[in-house]
């Protein structure tokens, strides 16, 4: 199983070594000429040093829970480590080197407060916990451009579902604490404009639609509701790139509160114009 590839010069014969590998059931056995074996040996232990290091979990700070948590955005103090987010600042040891591994930090009673794996002090994946273990939030990369948020209220229903590209939001869905959805905004896959944007009240009825109906010419259908859920008016957007904005453009319709049409405007980039 031992193979030596042999290259000679008009100086000196060099033996170079391939190692070879042999898989026999569940084990796997290295195989390297007898005077280099010393200098791998020491390879695969320093490797495998390295990877039961990197797994270890180191034990970081203490922190109350009132001093961390926010009722409207919850534990959000690890946001500014999170360089997927557009986070830029460091955790550092006691040492003052920037932080490596899994670190863990804590409650006042012990249980598990933030747990996260941190590469030259920034956070490439981690959760949250509330003090009764419920998971708060948990940060995670799903490929090499695109990473995902999701958020829960501290009876595990969820409070926000967040898709990143880079370090822009691509799409968030954000609930009520009843569970039912307030609101809803996606992107085009740069970020640049809305594909739909949707808000709904507390009993499920809807306040305000935007949806992309033709792509190219970045052209919306909207619609906008009183509070007791009757169309209040209707028409056709527009996205000015220029303007970064989203304008009215065409008829346009508009009702009371009862439902009856009120009256018909036209639009032309956010202009009013002779209906």
């Given at each position: ?50 990877i039961v290091c990197s797994a270890q979990v180191k034990k970081g700070d203490t922190y109350e829970f009132k001093d961390v948590y926010d009722s409207t955005y919850g534990i959000t103090i690890y946001e500014a480590l999170n360089m997927g987010i ?120 809807p306040t305000s639609l935007l949806e992309i109906t033709d792509p190219k010419r970045k052209i919306y259908s909207s619609r906008e509701y009183y509070d007791n859920g009757n169309l209040k008016e209707e028409g056709t957007m527009i996205y000015n ?35």
């Open positions: 199983m031992l193979q030596k590839e042999f290259t000679r010069s008009s100086k000196r014969k060099i033996i170079s070594f391939i190692p070879m590998m042999a898989r026999n059931e569940n084990c796997l056995y290295f195989f390297m000429p007898g005077k280099y074996f010393p200098y791998f040996f020491l390879l695969v232990i320093c490797h495998l040093v390295f557009g986070g830029d600042s460091t955790r550092n040891d006691a040492k003052g080197y920037a932080s490596q591994g899994w670190i863990e930090d804590y409650y006042p009673d012990g249980k598990v407060f933030h747990k996260g794996y941190y590469i030259d002090g920034q956070l490439k994946a981690y959760k949250n916990y509330y003090p009764n273990g419920q998971l708060e939030r948990e940060f995670k990369m799903t490929d090499l451009s695109k990473s995902a948020m999701n958020v829960f209220y501290e009876d595990g229903k969820p409070r926000s579902v967040i898709t990143y590209v880079g370090n822009n939001i691509n799409k968030e869905e954000d609930y009520y604490p009843g569970g039912q959805l307030e609101y809803i905004e996606e992107y085009d896959r740069k970020c640049e404009y809305y594909l739909q944007r949707k808000f709904y009240s507390k009993n499920g009825k790139e220029g303007m970064g904005d989203y304008q009215k453009n065409g008829k346009w319709k508009f009702y009371d509160e009862t439902g009856k049409l009120k009256e018909e405007k036209t639009f032309s980039k956010g202009e009013e114009g002779e209906g």
